[in-house]
Nanobody
Framework: QVQVLESGGGLVQAGGALRLSCPASGLTFDDLTMGWFRQAPGKELEGFSCITWSGSSTRYTDSVKGRFTISRDNAKNTLYLQMNSLKPEDTAMYYC???????????????????WGQGTQVTVSS
């Protein structure tokens, strides 16, 4: 059974930082391309960062570029998201997702991913 489980969310003041973790089990972790998504109330799901199976290639949307860092530790079967300089508009439910793919490119579209976690809430107060 494939499990993807986010943790690390919480309430933080604007300008603060949080680190999300997402361990995955049930599949060989270094076969997986991974992505981070978020959904704010009343808004569509947004894919904002992804990383290839090896970690050699990452992508970010402009909304988080320079503030968020995606990384992975294949020895620990875990995906991470370091979020710095948080803004109130970063408030959302954050999800990690996985797809079995060992390509040299990762995906920002939710439709490319097969396995999803339950989400962790991030709230940034002004």
């Amino acid at each position: 059974q494939v499990q993807v489980l986010e943790s690390g969310g919480g309430l933080v003041q604007a300008g603060g930082a949080l680190r999300l973790s997402c361990p995955a089990s049930g599949l060989t972790f270094d076969d997986l391309t991974m992505g981070w998504f978020r959904q704010a109330p009343g808004k569509e799901l947004e894919g904002f960062s992804c990383i290839t199976w090896s970690g050699s290639s990452t992508r970010y949307t402009d909304s988080v570029k320079g503030r968020f860092t995606i990384s992975r530790d294949n020895a620990k079967n875990t995906l991470y998201l370091q979020m710095n300089s948080l803004k109130p508009e970063d408030t959302a439910m954050y999800y990690c997702a996985a797809v079995k793919n060992k390509g040299s490119w990762c995906y920002e579209s939710q439709y490319e991913y097969d396995y999803w976690g339950q989400g962790t809430q991030v709230t940034v107060s002004s």
